[in-house]
C-alpha cells in the first residue's frame, strides 16, 4: 500500500527493491532520492528475446520455452516476445513447437505448471490475445481457446503488428509473439 511504501522509503534502509507498475517506480525513486536511499526497480516491460541467423536455434528455442511459459509466464524476467531472423525463423519455429510439445498448464501431477495466481491476469492474457488475432497475428500455436481459467496452455503468436498489445504491454501468461525480421538490425 502507498503509505507503507513510502514509510519504507524514509525509514533510512540501505538499499530498496521494487517489483511493479512503472508509475509506483516513480514514486519511489522520488521518494528515496530525498534521503538519496539507492532503489532497485523492475517496472515491468516486454522481455524480448533475439534470435540471430547464426543462433543455435534449438537452444534458443529452449530458452523461449522455459522463458516464456515456465512458471504459467508470471515471471518478471521472462520471455515475452522474440524477434527471429528470417533465414532461421523456420527451425527456430519447428524447434520451439517440439519444446512446447505436450507442456500444459493444470493441477495434474505431471503438469508443466501450474494456474494463474491472480484471476484478473486471465483476462489481461485474453485481451491480449485477442487483440492480436484482430490485428493480423496468427496463432502458431494455441490461442483463446488455451485459456481456461485458472489455467493458461502456452500460446504462440506470429508476426503480430507491433503496436498490438500484446507487444507493447507486459502480459505476464503463457504466451510469446514470435515477429520475423529480415535482420539483427531490424
Given at each position: 500500500y502507498g503509505e507503507t511504501g513510502a514509510a519504507l522509503c524514509r525509514a533510512g534502509?540501505?538499499?530498496?527493491?521494487?517489483t511493479g507498475s512503472t508509475a509506483t517506480g516513480?514514486?519511489?525513486?522520488a521518494t528515496c532520492a530525498e534521503r538519496l536511499t539507492?532503489?532497485?526497480?523492475?517496472?515491468g516491460g516486454k522481455d524480448a528475446l533475439v534470435v540471430a541467423?547464426?543462433?543455435d536455434?534449438?537452444?534458443?528455442?529452449?530458452?523461449a520455452a522455459w522463458g516464456g511459459v515456465g512458471n504459467s509466464g508470471q515471471t518478471c524476467v521472462g520471455v515475452e516476445r522474440v524477434y527471429v531472423v528470417e533465414?532461421?525463423?523456420?527451425?527456430?519455429?519447428?524447434?520451439?513447437?517440439?519444446?512446447?510439445s505436450g507442456v500444459s498448464g493444470s493441477s495434474a501431477p505431471d503438469a508443466a505448471y501450474g494456474p494463474m495466481t491472480m484471476p484478473g491476469q486471465v483476462?489481461?492474457?485474453?485481451?491480449?490475445?485477442?487483440?492480436?488475432?484482430e490485428h493480423g497475428g496468427t496463432p502458431l500455436l494455441g490461442g483463446l481457446d488455451s485459456i481456461r481459467a485458472p489455467y493458461i496452455d502456452p500460446i504462440v503468436l506470429g508476426d503480430t503488428d507491433e503496436s498490438s498489445a500484446?507487444?507493447?504491454e507486459e502480459t505476464f501468461g503463457p504466451t510469446l509473439t514470435v515477429r520475423t525480421v529480415r535482420d539483427v538490425d531490424e
Open positions: 534502509v540501505d538499499k530498496i527493491a521494487f516513480k514514486k519511489i525513486m539507492p532503489v532497485l526497480l523492475e517496472c541467423e547464426d543462433a536455434v534449438v537452444a534458443a528455442a529452449k530458452a533465414s532461421v525463423r523456420q527451425r527456430f519455429l519447428d524447434a520451439l513447437r517440439s519444446e512446447l483476462d489481461v492474457v485474453r485481451r491480449h490475445v485477442a487483440d492480436a488475432l500484446a507487444v507493447q
